[in-house]
């Protein structure tokens, strides 16, 4: 994720737009691989995207480079293409199959992305 917040840091705006759909696809599975990880049962190995860390700081480690990333990804975005990426990160935060209620850390996780 660091080599991709720094692309996206360093690429011009039209490439990233031009790539939007495929970059905001990697993010939501980036994401869903954060939400789903349990550092201390570790149901998800981040050692293949992330360096080798600590047990205990995987997850929060592993949620602060997308975040990161994913701040890169929507500075370089126009009105008219951020539009359609909020409303799928809201509802890959916000809407649940099965009508299950929002766990509390996914809103934060959210939030964390709207103050950083």
Known sequence: MEVLSKALHH???DAVLEHTKGLSNI???ALDMVKM???SMNKVDFSIVFAKLPDQTFAYQAETHVISAFREFVVKLNDSTFR???RRLYDWAFVHE??????ENMVCLLSDCVRR
């Open 84 to 86: 359609p990426v909020f």
């Open 11 to 13: 690429a011009p705006q």
């Open 98 to 103: 099965g009508g299950m209620s929002v766990p």
């Open 27 to 29: 993010f939501l599975q």
């Open 37 to 39: 990880a349990d550092p």
